[in-house]
């Protein structure tokens, strides 16, 4: 570290239980973040703030005004953009040293493998459920770390797994049958505290996961109701018929 990044990441070092060694490890990491809509704006922000030294972004949309209302990221000027790319924009202008690479087209099975082989841990912030699950089954097979998290109307929910410490459960044993045509924000609604909650708390999973301090739970479901302000938690168990984790 430079001089100019003590003093930026100061308040990190003075963690006793995150200093120099914490925030060099932020500085050495690769992430992958497929999403980058009102998850993917909060939790990439943070990311990029704490020092994450290289962040990979994939998305294909592009911004709406109905965007807006949750995706703080965006500016008005920035409807009709590829989203990667005019996230890219304000991530640089947050911080210029970390590496911000943008990949704004969908990818294939092979693709996506080989981007998962390259990180150390993966960003689920899509709400497309047919590329939760794939993204779920190559971080099993490469035993990448994940965060996974989604909201919609008034709820919201996030968990990880240690791909890198655990062989099960996985995503697919939470929801075995969901499909692409599950509920979406545009459907259903959402309320963008919410949104900006959970991306926060899964940029702070990543973060635990990424300096090796901190505890993070693997399989742990967290459930936010923001109409009541309520947290449960819940365990995840293997689900015996899973067609990810149980066949290997």
Not at 85 to 98: D, G
Not at 106 to 134: H, P, W, Y
Not at 210 to 215: D, P
Request: glycine share 6%.
């Amino acid at each position: 570290m430079n001089e100019i990044q003590l003093d930026r990441y100061s308040r990190q070092i003075l963690l006793a239980n995150f200093d120099y060694i914490g925030q060099q490890k932020l500085l050495d990491a690769r992430v992958l973040m497929v999403g980058v809509g009102g998850l993917g704006n909060i939790a990439a922000s943070y990311l990029v703030a704490a020092g994450v030294g290289h962040l990979v972004l994939v998305d294909d949309d592009v911004v709406e005004n109905s965007n807006l209302q949750r995706q703080v990221l965006f500016k008005e000027r920035n409807v009709g953009q590829k989203k990667v790319h005019a996230a890219k924009q304000q991530l640089e202008a947050l911080n210029s040293s970390t590496h911000i690479e943008v990949i704004d087209t969908r990818l294939s099975e092979a693709a996506l493998s080989k981007q998962i082989e390259k990180v150390g841990l993966v960003m689920d912030c899509t709400d497309n459920f047919t590329i939760r699950q794939q993204i779920n089954q190559l971080c099993y097979s490469h035993k990448t770390p994940l965060v996974s998290a989604a909201a919609i109307r008034w709820e919201g929910q996030i968990i990880s797994f240690r791909f890198d410490q655990a062989l099960s459960p996985c995503y697919q044993c939470l929801y075995p049958n969901l499909s692409s045509e599950a509920l979406s924000c545009s459907q259903s609604g959402i309320i963008s505290p919410v949104v900006g909650s959970i991306g926060v708390l899964q940029s702070l999973e990543a973060l635990k996961i990424l300096s090796e301090c901190g505890q993070v739970a693997h399989g742990l479901l967290k459930l936010f109701d923001g109409f009541s302000g309520q947290w449960r938690e819940l365990k995840l168990t293997s689900d015996p018929a899973c067609k990810v984790c149980q066949e290997h």
